[in-house]
């Protein structure tokens, strides 16, 4: 028998929560936690927000789940409000990012082959994209790492570097439906998409009527201190997928396109059995109505300037630090080839109570809760900069 009942597929630590107090994690033998990890960018309201609890409570009291043979209230009036806060004009629900990148994958597809041109169904993709774990979302990136043993992949992906917009226009052919990217990337390395990548994918999209899908799972939904990390760069997606920050914490993602873009999906084409109950639209609702709150992206900006000042003050004060990267609430800090980023955010956790996130290119990821103040990133730095001090860096 294993010693856990859970199948054996994540590395667990030794931490284990039982509790949470806004940007605090409380362990099961009362230790408390500095929560920048914040859920992998989930837990948007910190932990045990009281609107997003009380919603939850609230609604599971009335009614929880029906099917979506039914008219759905709940779940049209919340879709209407995501339509008025971005560029689409319609939604799908989806219980978590991965379906939600599904659900965009398929509208691509559909699009093209209700234009009537079926063998558009090819989206470039890029190099060290995190889109989730289902079998066509590992097939849209070439991280050998999530595709060892899983193959054979699902077909229709290509894949440039990101960042490399000729490279990704040099693969376009008759075959190609259209892009799909993170605006910015998150387990890849935390790196924000160049203003001539972005704006030129869309460009291109524009040229050869071809479909911009974003990833925005991790980007989106107020991290990166604007409502969409694509309004940074001045242009609008077809598609695009959300998820992590817009239940809080409750489990719920959404698919949202233009009515062009989703002209393909009609009654059969698409599904979902919990996508849009009445529990998730309650926790939505009160998330989106805080992060649409007078002044709440605007003190997201602000805070994360002051967290990215505060630590490019640090940075120059320890040899294993190289640079900060990302906007907003989404940063990393790069290490040094001398030190390795996991090893580092293990230090951090078990040594000093701080919890951050790993990436790639030997990124640390800190993705804390955006209602986070001055008081916890003077906490922050004090104990990243305790924690560089005492890191034993791995030998060159």
């Known amino acids: 028998m294993p010693i856990t009942p859970l199948m054996p597929v994540y590395p667990r630590c030794g931490v284990r929560p039982v509790r949470g107090e806004g940007c605090y994690l409380i362990g099961e033998r ?26 939850i409570a609230d609604q599971a009291a009335t009614l929880m789940h029906v099917s979506n043979l039914y008219g759905s209230p709940q779940g049209e009036h919340f879709a209407q409000r995501l339509v008025d806060a971005s560029f689409a004009d319609t939604v799908f629900f989806t219980n978590s990012g991965v379906e939600a990148v599904e659900c965009a994958i398929k509208t691509a597809r559909r699009y093209h082959y209700a234009s009537g041109n079926p063998q558009r169904h090819d989206l470039i993709t890029f190099n060290q994209a995190f889109h989730g774990r289902s079998l066509g979302t590992i097939s849209a990136t070439n991280q050998a790492k999530m595709r060892d043993g899983f193959e054979p992949l699902l077909p229709g992906f290509k894949y440039a570097p990101y960042n490399d917009l000729d490279a990704a226009l040099a693969l376009i052919d008759d075959h190609t439906a259209g892009f799909l990217l993170e605006t910015v990337q998150g387990e890849g390395g935390v790196t924000a998409g160049s203003e001539a990548f972005i704006q030129g994918l869309r460009k291109a999209c524009d040229e050869h009527g071809l479909l911009l899908v974003l990833d925005e799972v991790q980007c989106g939904y107020g991290r990166t201190g604007k409502m969409w990390a694509y309004e940074h760069y001045g242009i609008e997606p077809d598609i695009m997928a959300v998820a992590k920050g817009i239940g809080g914490g409750f489990p719920l993602g959404a698919c949202l396109a233009t009515e062009e873009a989703a002209k393909g999906m009609v009654i059969g084409t698409h599904g ?76 951090l956790r078990d040594n000093h109570g701080l919890l951050t996130v790993s990436a790639g290119e030997n990124v640390v990821r800190i993705l804390p809760p955006l209602v986070i103040e001055e008081s916890h990133i003077t906490e922050f730095v004090q104990k990243m900069s305790e924690g560089a001090r005492s890191f034993a860096p791995v030998p060159a």
């Open 272 to 347: 979902s059995t919990y996508g849009g109950n009445p529990l998730a639209m309650a926790a939505g609702e009160a998330v989106l109505d805080v992060i649409l709150g007078d002044g709440f992206l605007e003190g997201v900006t602000k805070t994360g300037e002051r967290l990215r000042g505060a630590l490019e003050q640090m940075i120059p004060n320890h040899d294993m630090f190289v640079e900060t990267r990302g906007k907003g609430l989404m940063l990393g800090i790069k290490l040094a080839d001398s030190a390795d980023a996991r090893a580092f955010v293990g230090h």
């Open 30 to 55: 009362g230790e408390r936690y500095l929560d920048f990890a914040a859920g992998i960018a989930v837990n948007a309201l910190g932990h045990g927000h009281p609107k997003l609890v009380k919603a």
